[in-house]
């Protein structure tokens, strides 16, 4: 139903935007033709060019005008509509922006998304959050088959990050065909503090996924699911807060 919705917002936005363009340029179209007939001169094919100057000017300027118009509230439009699309799990107040948002509105964990289309190379995840006062673990994962879960089947995990604070390991695996690989665990420094602000993001590129923690690159985890469209779901639960998805 939410996908429904969504679609339904992008066409009425586009749709509208044509119509106003098409609207504004047969009127300019026609204020142009009807300045040229009105000023020509008394030899009746030569045409005041100053009139027809200014005609053309306006034309311009209002086709200008519409353009920017939709430059400017279309892409909102189309944001909104994606982000209500990506955090679609029951009573979740929408995604946040933590500069923006009131701490006591924080997204609800565990949390679970839908990727709309599925991941691609050149399409990123990101997670901001933040973490628990006496955290223990949290995991964020990239699942395949979001729709079979209500089945009881089991489902693919592309790609599993745990963040685990005992022994300060950020580990990463996957589970293909009901089989968990093993865990990658070998990483520069453990990028987490309790009770600290993080960003994760997630690049998906033709061979693996790159892992970003607050902009610094730590590792590659190479794909296991060579089907990125069905990778089309994100799964969060653990010791944190999340404050903006994207």
């Not at 089991?154 to 996957?174: E, G």
Request: one cysteine or more; aromatic letters at 8%; glycine letters at 8%.
């Amino acid at each position: 139903m939410l996908e429904v919705k969504c679609i339904g917002r992008v066409c009425v936005c586009v749709c509208v935007c044509v119509c106003v363009c098409a609207c504004y340029t047969a009127v300019c179209l026609y204020e142009f033709e009807l300045t040229c007939q009105t000023r020509s001169s008394s030899l009746g094919n030569v045409v005041d060019k100053r009139a027809r100057g200014a005609a053309v000017a306006r034309s311009i300027a209002r086709v200008y005008l519409v353009g920017v118009c939709c430059c400017v509230f279309l892409p909102q439009v189309l944001k909104n509509v994606e982000d209500e699309h990506l955090n679609d799990s029951p009573g979740n107040p929408g995604l946040i922006s933590p500069d923006k948002g009131d701490i006591s509105r924080l997204l609800t964990v565990p949390f679970s998304g839908r990727i709309r289309g599925g991941m691609r190379p050149g399409k990123k995840i990101m997670v901001m959050g933040i973490v628990e006062l006496e955290p223990d673990s949290f995991d964020v994962s990239l699942t395949c088959g979001r729709d079979s879960e209500k089945d009881g089947a089991p489902h693919d995990v592309a790609l599993k990050l745990t963040a685990r604070f005992a022994d300060r390991q950020f580990l990463r695996s996957a589970r293909i065909s009901g089989k968990w690989t093993v865990e990658e665990a070998s990483t520069d420094y453990f990028p987490f503090i309790a009770d600290q602000p993080f960003r994760i993001e997630i690049h998906c590129e033709h061979q693996r996924f790159r892992i970003f923690v607050d902009g610094h690159q730590l590792f590659d985890f190479y794909h296991k699911v060579k089907c990125f469209s069905s990778i089309d779901a994100v799964q969060i639960q653990g010791d944190l807060h999340i404050t903006k998805l994207g």
